[in-house]
């Protein structure tokens, strides 16, 4: 079965450099979510996406932003890096409908030097 | 708000004995909850849910979970450990129901098996 790709799997960047993350949901997948998990750490929600329009937000700083396109994937662009910013970056999706199962995808892991 | 509390950061158990992750949750409605599980380096995986159905849940790899309205947990359990379960399980919590709402997880706990 077809799962949620995230691209890249692993990321290196210097402080102050800008990063953008994306997810590719799964087919027929509507909503999108982001969640930070620093080292030994809860993942923690950032924001969702439902039919390309914002729709929760959780932790997420003001240096980061993300959106959803029309094929509804979604990126995260993440500016200004600090060390701080080292994770593994979740992206989950939701099916269309009242179930409310999140799939979670591979991740991204972030380095920040 | 929502909340989840899951009990102990580590648990250590023997191969092939009885597992016993406890999780608390705290909701101002009827929840949906939810156990995932985390292998070293890798992503998160849905073990099961519960929405209100039935009271006792199975899920994957003999996995089950019983939600307890009045004691307000949803204990994850499995008869008899096999190494490759070693790993981190999340407890969690969707949002208000609101659709998009993020998930809140609880701490985690680490699984050992001892072989």
């Known amino acids: 079965a077809a799962g949620v790709i995230q691209s890249p799997r692993h990321l290196i960047k210097e402080k102050r450099e800008t990063a953008t993350l994306k997810c590719y949901p799964i087919?027929?997948?509507?909503?999108v979510y982001w969640y930070q998990q620093g080292p030994g750490q809860d993942p923690q929600f950032l924001i969702s996406?439902?039919?390309?329009?914002?729709?929760d937000k959780g932790s997420i700083p003001d240096r980061f932003s993300a959106q959803q396109f029309s094929d509804y994937h979604s990126e995260l662009n993440m500016s200004s890096l600090e060390l701080g910013d080292s994770a593994l970056y979740f992206c989950?999706?939701?099916?269309?409908?009242?179930?409310?199962?999140?799939?979670f995808g591979p991740g991204t892991r972030l380095t920040v030097l | 708000a929502q909340s989840v509390t899951q009990l102990d950061s580590h648990v250590s158990v023997s191969e092939g004995t009885p597992v016993l992750l406890r999780c608390n949750y705290s909701?101002?409605?009827?929840?949906?909850l939810f156990w995932y599980v985390q292998h070293p380096n890798k992503g998160l995986q849905l073990l099961l849910k519960?929405?209100?159905?039935?009271?006792l849940v199975k899920g994957i790899n003999g996995f089950e979970a019983e939600f307890k309205k009045s004691e307000t947990s949803f204990h994850l359990t499995k008869p008899s450990a096999h190494m490759s379960d070693a790993a981190e399980y999340f407890c969690?919590?969707?949002?208000?129901?609101?659709?998009?709402?993020?998930?809140?997880f609880g701490k985690g706990t680490h699984l050992i098996i001892q072989p």
């Open positions: 909701s101002s409605y009827s929840p949906s």
């Open positions: 996406f439902y039919e390309k329009m914002q729709s």
């Open positions: 087919p027929r997948h509507d909503t």
């Open positions: 519960y929405t209100s159905a039935a009271t």
């Open positions: 989950a999706t939701r099916e269309k409908g009242p179930a409310d199962t999140q799939y």
């Open positions: 969690v919590v969707s949002g208000s129901g609101g659709g998009a709402d993020g998930l809140t």
